[in-house]
């Protein structure tokens, strides 16, 4: 089944202590894409790669990072996550940047 | 202003009702997106478009490129139809994203 698997789909830390959120397609897209969602401002990017090796800032980078090192993998790393980093994240994947997306269940973190 | 607006903001219908959805763009797009987001949070992609209409089930998108204006029209609305809807728009490379309706269908 083609699909876009996140982890975890919750995670309550505390400030300060890094975390991964893991994003994995089976679609061998080349496409894949980071993104928050918080009340009232919509769904904004983080980071996005257009293809391994090749990462790029969203509209919302700060205190994230990303790495694109196989096709499948896109993993969302927070080094020293702050409340104001708690949200919903969404992964999603389409075989390129102007395709159909295919969106990830989400990952709702929550720091304290 | 934003580059794509989406209305009416919250929209309330009983089951049965024809619902329309619009979503209305500033900027040159190579494509368009309806996506659907449940309570709970998974969002799916709906339709993506380019140019006149698509349909699938009770579902249909047209874009008008000239108008720079899309609509999201559902047929026989049900309560599981109850989502959020978001529009969204190529540009540049970017994808741009309306703010989303949040539709409640009541039985």
């Known amino acids: 089944e083609a699909q876009v698997t996140q982890n975890p789909r919750y995670l309550i830390t505390v400030t300060g202590k890094k975390l991964t959120v893991t994003c994995s397609q089976n679609m061998n897209h080349e496409y894949m894409s980071w993104y928050r969602q918080d009340p009232g401002l919509g769904l904004r990017q983080i980071y996005y790669s257009m293809n391994v090796e090749v990462t790029d800032k969203g509209d919302v980078p700060e205190g994230y990072k990303v790495s694109r090192k196989e096709k499948r993998n896109f993993p969302l790393i927070l080094e020293s996550p702050s409340p104001n980093q708690t949200s919903l994240y969404f992964c999603?994947?389409?075989?390129?940047?102007?395709?159909?997306?295919?969106f990830g269940e989400g990952s709702r973190l929550t720091v304290l | 202003k934003n580059e794509v607006e989406q209305s009416p903001q919250n929209l309330t219908a009983q089951e049965g009702e024809f619902i329309t959805i619009n979503c209305s763009y500033s900027?040159?797009?190579?494509?368009l997106h309806w996506l659907q987001q449940h309570p709970g949070g998974g969002i799916v992609s709906l339709f993506m478009?380019?140019?006149?209409?698509k349909k699938h089930g009770r579902l249909i998108a047209t874009i008008n490129i000239q108008e720079k204006h899309s609509s999201l029209h559902i047929t026989a609305s049900h309560p599981r139809d109850s989502a959020v809807y978001i529009c969204?728009?190529?540009?540049?490379?970017?994808?741009?994203w309306g703010a989303g309706t949040k539709l409640i269908i009541k039985p």
């Open positions: 969204a728009v190529h540009s540049n490379y970017q994808l741009i």
């Open positions: 900027v040159g797009i190579s494509a």
């Open positions: 478009l380019s140019s006149g209409k």
């Open positions: 999603a994947s389409s075989v390129t940047n102007t395709g159909e997306l295919f």
